[in-house]
């Protein structure tokens, strides 16, 4: 299992390997809203946790059809199938792979960000909070995604077009986090129903993508 | 130890391919799968491996006794031949690659990315993964193609060394493996004559 992490991390930062695509969709997102929108401080700090937001989950997005799209294709996911790891372990590997690679940059430069959206001081807190509550579950359910599409060529748009609608809780809940916290509000409401979508995604949906992949390779 | 077909019947997209197949394989035997284009040895390989259920009939080894290798190398382009072996030894809890790159005579390519390897050169690296697996019973889709006349004879006797080490084998191929000691099974006699009426049920995806 730790074998499979390391050689994903590993296939991941090798050249072609997809790693910063999120994070840089990210950085040019965060850039160019301030450009559309003109530079009013006012505005930008309203819209900013819902752009913020938005822009994380359209990069977690970016990179989902590669989790099991490369490994089908190359045979490896014929061959993980019948080696002595157990389905479920391999997907939770697969989608920690992808929050490593994808949801930790971004929990991590999501500050940076904040200061170029004008995002209030008081709110990086919770920006980074609500990020690293909410990207596991963006990565666990475009697993699951990930996992009907395998085998269908270019499944990248039915992808997209399965997994947002699941991805809408974790939007609503994250954004409201920062966005309560910029105005200073209590924001232990939506955190909690952030984490508790977290940790039922994270516990139930490797079952589900173990047991899509199983039919998907027959 | 010993792997049973008994009565198998294995169908491809709904179709029905085989039925009625049987053979056994006790160890250090060697058995050879035959038999036209689109006759369903690799689907009766898939089966056998785990892959698909049966349509009918059963397969009965010990657990976790079995090597898959299809025709696809399941190689990583990016990483070096021993970081693909690595990888398998580690997933199949295995020490060492040692062996299986002296013995597919890949030692010169360690240090290479897979990406510049020959079409023969990865098809030795995808066959030297069999042999870190440690695992008796392999079961082999088309394990010669694109390897050149000297790398087949290479193969041959890396089969007869994993026979001679009580292990057993089930290879699909067209070609002369050099194995004469290895029985070989004609598929044709098998083919399905019932069609299969699952096909095309929305329920058939779940069951």
Sequence with gaps: MIALLVRDLRLAFRAGGGFGLGLAFFLIMAVLVPLGVGPEPDILARIAPGILWVGALLACLLSLDRIFALDFEDGSLDLLATAPVPMEGVVSIKALAHWLTTGLPLVLVSPVLGLLLYLPPQAYGWLVLSLALGTPALSVIGTFGAALTVGLKRGGLLLSLLVLPLYIPTLVFGAEVVARGAQGLDVATPVALLAGITAGAVALLPFASALVIRINLR | ?207
């Excluded at chain 2, 085989?18 to 038999?35: C, D, H, N």
């Excluded at chain 2, 295995?94 to 079409?119: F, H, P, V, Y």
């Excluded at chain 2, 697996?133 to 004879?153: C, I, M, N, Q």
């Design chain 2, 1 to 207: 130890m010993r792997l049973n077909v008994t009565n198998l019947a294995c169908a491809r997209g709904g179709f029905a391919l085989l039925e009625g197949v049987g053979f056994s394989l006790s160890p250090a035997q060697a058995l050879v799968l035959r038999g036209p284009n689109g006759c369903g040895k690799t689907t009766l390989l898939r089966t056998v491996a785990g892959l698909q259920p049966a349509l009918a009939g059963e397969v009965s080894c010990p657990p976790e006794s079995i090597a898959y290798a299809a025709h696809a190398d399941g190689l990583k382009t990016t990483l070096s031949v021993a970081e693909n072996l690595s990888f398998w030894a580690a997933v199949y809890g295995t020490r060492g690659i040692d062996a299986a790159l002296e013995q597919m005579n890949l030692r010169a390519l360690s240090g290479r990315a897979a990406q510049n390897l020959s079409a023969g050169q990865k098809r030795r690296l995808g066959l030297a993964r069999l042999i870190v697996t440690g695992r008796p019973v392999w079961v082999l889709d088309e394990p010669t193609v694109s390897l050149d006349a000297v790398s087949v004879a290479l193969f041959g006797d890396v089969v007869r060394a994993h026979l001679a080490g009580g292990g057993m084998a089930l290879i699909a191929t067209h070609i002369d493996l050099g194995l004469p000691e290895a029985d070989i099974l004609d598929l044709t006699p098998f083919k399905a004559t019932i069609p299969h009426h699952g096909s095309g049920q929305f329920d058939e995806a779940f069951l």
